[in-house]
């Protein structure tokens, strides 16, 4: 079994290589994805006109109060 990883963590070191030379030959520099938006179902909702649900769902990922989530999604909603 541990010969099995081994030659897993060869095959790795191997193919990182090789994309480190193929994106050196392409100019592209370290790329880090974008991080995910966690408001994006917020905004989806309140696109949708459903603000009480956008509210509820603002409250379950930051923990804010009604009055805090309310205010967040009409700024949302003004586009600000």
Known sequence: ?????DLTLQALARI????????QH??????APPEPDPFGGVRDL????R???AIKAYRE???VGL????????RMEAGR
Do not use: N, S
């Open 51 to 53: 603000k009480i649900q």
């Open 1 to 5: 079994m541990r010969d099995r990883h």
């Open 67 to 74: 009055k805090e989530a309310k205010d967040a999604v009409e």
């Open 26 to 31: 392409l100019e592209i520099r370290d790329y």
């Open 16 to 23: 990182e290589r090789k994309l480190d030379l193929v994106m």
């Open 46 to 49: 309140v696109r949708q006109g």
């Open 61 to 63: 990922i930051t923990g």
